[in-house]
């Protein structure tokens, strides 16, 4: 129901936007968030917005240099990313969740109850 895109390897510095593409849900329903994980660390909460589109939110480690933004005509969630560093390669993960208001905003995934297959992330340095 969740289908993450736009993974690959790039060089530190460069850009590069994952998109996750939504299904047999209610799109309009559901905060959509993307989460990471590094090898042999544990996944962690990167960005998320809100149901409504009108509230975001970012992790220490990435506010100012990702955007997230989603369509909800088209049922997609982007994730654009700017200035990678090499800690930034994970693999990526889209999630969807209805917990909550649709104004609100959750950053645990322990509220999110569908999630993407994941795209891998390479930055070399």
């Known amino acids: 129901q969740l289908q993450a895109s736009g993974g690959g390897l790039v060089q530190a510095g460069d850009s590069l936007t994952l998109s996750c593409a939504a299904s047999r849900i209610t799109f309009i329903m559901y905060k959509m968030a993307w989460f990471r994980q590094a090898p042999g660390r544990e996944r962690e909460f990167v960005a998320a917005?809100?149901?409504?589109?009108?509230?975001?939110v970012y992790s220490d480690s990435v506010q100012g240099r990702f955007l997230i933004s989603r369509d909800n005509d088209k049922s997609t969630t982007d994730l654009q990313m700017n200035n990678l560093k090499a800690e930034d390669t994970a693999v990526y993960y889209c999630a969807a969740g209805s917990v909550g208001l649709r104004t609100e905003i959750r950053t645990s995934a322990t509220w999110y109850g569908y999630w993407g297959q994941g795209t891998k992330v390479t930055v070399s340095s």
């Open positions: 917005i809100a149901a409504t589109g009108g509230r975001t």
